[in-house]
């Protein structure tokens, strides 16, 4: 039986600039691990905008590798410039697209052997039957021991039991208008819905002020945070 326990309170972690939540996380996202984020269909510039600024902030050197499976095109492309705008330098990213989930897994747990990645971003599109919890055991397993963060994107997938760290629900929010009513500062809905060993259901709006990617202790709903970069540049449609 493959045992998964939480991490360590040394585990190294990422602050994500919200006090009460990384709080309730024990300082921050463990980076050494599977962490699952969860979207519907038409918020994927939400889903991979947060991605981005995860693979970007967790501070290790070496490529990000993204992998996708074929449906994943369904839902537009990664754009190199909106990837640069979230503070994640397109020249380190390695993306490869997989036929099916089945591939997907397999490449993934492949990646989670090389201690010189940076991060593993895992994008599955659908259904995607194959990430069960025996799936995300072996993610979480393989991730944990080489001490690398991974993460699960589960954009229009069912609620299933996992084996990950936590779990995220992303949507876009309305963003407030600047002056002479000008688009406001792009903004996400954070959830997290279940986080294993610790406490989960915090919700907070996250606003990402491109001139100040700094955290302010300003409450819900008006939380900034770093780690909240998101922008609808960031994923291109297909055409």
């Given amino acids: 039986m493959l045992a998964i326990r939480p991490p ?32 519907a269909a038409g918020d994927a510039a939400a889903v991979t905008g ?36 979230l503070g994640l330098d397109p020249a380190r990213l390695l993306l490869v697209e997989a036929p099916d989930t089945i591939a997907l897994l397999r490449a993934a747990a492949e990646a989670l052997t090389c201690a010189g990645l940076a991060c593993v971003v895992v ?16 993610l979480q397993l393989a991730a944990a021991r080489v001490g690398l963060p991974c993460l699960l994107l589960r954009l229009a997938g069912e609620d299933r039991p996992s084996a990950a760290l936590t779990r995220w629900q992303v949507a876009p929010a309305p963003s407030h208008a600047l002056a002479a009513d000008a688009p406001g500062w792009p903004r996400l809905a954070l959830t997290l819905s279940r986080q294993r060993g610790g406490p989960a259901g915090q919700s907070h709006v996250l606003e990402w ?14 939380a900034r945070a770093a780690l909240s970069a998101y922008r609808a540049a960031g994923r291109q449609r297909a055409a």
């Fill in 8 to 39: 360590s309170t040394d585990s190294p972690r990422m602050p994500i600039g919200v006090a009460a939540l990384d709080a309730a996380l024990g300082g921050g996202l463990a980076l050494a691990g599977l962490h699952e984020v969860h979207g």
């Fill in 123 to 138: 994008e599955s599109w659908g259904r995607a039957a194959a990430i069960d919890l025996t799936a995300s055991r072996r």
């Fill in 50 to 85: 947060l991605a981005a600024r995860l693979a970007a902030g967790c501070g290790r050197p070496g490529p990000v590798l993204w992998l996708r499976d074929r449906g994943a095109a369904d839902g537009g492309r990664l754009y190199g410039l909106g990837l640069a705008d």
């Fill in 209 to 222: 002020m491109h001139e100040q990617p700094v955290s302010s202790s300003a409450p819900h709903p008006r």
